[in-house]
């Protein structure tokens, strides 16, 4: 079989309003406060995102330092393990282990087993006036039970954070049974960046079908039309983060 490096052939597209990062084109970026390590920047505001998506596989004695700023940030650890610690809080992070550190709060992750991957969502947070700005939360995914969406026992959804108006962003991962589907072409508000965990499926994103699978990235403009079903014999899954409770006016 010929290569995709034989032909200059590649899965991934970047379009205005919405892109698909295949690992074959990914390069890795040299970020300040990152050592001991490789980060590749998925997505971005350049490519016109309202976040940035990034994974961080760190080496021996590797280390990420994010400073106080008006940035909040959602950590998941993919594979390995590391010390996240934010105002105080310390606590090892394993696979399926998560972190979500306020705006205005310096955090950091260390002492990483070599190897381990983290993938990062960070946003500017809008605060709502009289609702108080959300605190330091840790958690695991192997503790948040799947909850049928929209009836279907076949597409779980796992809400990683809680729902409520001090949040103005929600992570969440979806799980779909081989050929379970979206029950319909969603057009909404919300933007979308999502990471495909395991499995395989097609992506409809506007008026394109896209071939997926583990380790692709996503992004989705607010009002791209999307959909997603689940092909081959396993289950798919992906983690994806969408802004929420907040109206620009």
């Known amino acids: 079989m010929f290569s995709n490096l034989l032909f200059g052939t590649t ?5 205005q309003r919405h892109a698909l990062i295949a690992p074959d084109g990914h390069v890795v970026s040299t970020l300040p406060g990152v050592t001991g390590g490789t980060t590749v920047v998925l997505i971005s505001p350049v490519m016109g995102a309202g976040f940035t998506e990034l994974t961080v596989t760190f080496n021996q004695d590797g280390r990420a330092e994010f400073p106080d700023s008006q940035i909040e940030a959602f950590a998941y650890v993919l594979e390995g393990a590391v010390t996240a610690q934010a105002k105080g809080e310390r606590k090892t992070l394993s696979a399926g282990q998560f972190l979500f550190v ?23 947070y809008v605060a709502l006036p009289g609702v108080p700005e959300p605190g330091i939360l840790f958690g695991r995914e192997q503790d948040i039970a799947g909850q ?18 001090s949040y ?27 990471l495909m965990l395991a499995g395989t499926g097609v ?3 506007e008026d394109n079908w896209y071939p997926v699978t583990a380790g692709d990235c996503i992004w989705m403009a607010p009002y791209c039309r999307q959909w997603f079903v689940a092909m081959g014999k396993t289950p798919a899954r992906y983690l994806y983060y969408k802004d929420v409770n907040r109206l620009s006016v």
């Open 11 to 15: 899965r991934t597209f970047v379009g």
């Open 102 to 124: 306020p705006a205005v709060t310096p955090w950091s992750l260390t002492e990483p087993v070599p190897g381990t991957r983290v993938h990062i969502f960070l946003k500017r």
């Open 203 to 205: 992506y409809r994103l």
């Open 168 to 194: 103005d962003l929600a992570v969440n991962i979806f799980n779909y049974q081989a050929g379970a589907h979206l029950p319909f072409v969603e057009t909404h508000i919300m933007e979308h960046g999502l």
């Open 148 to 165: 049928p969406f929209l009836g279907d026992e076949s597409a779980r959804l796992q809400v990683l954070l809680p729902d409520g108006l």
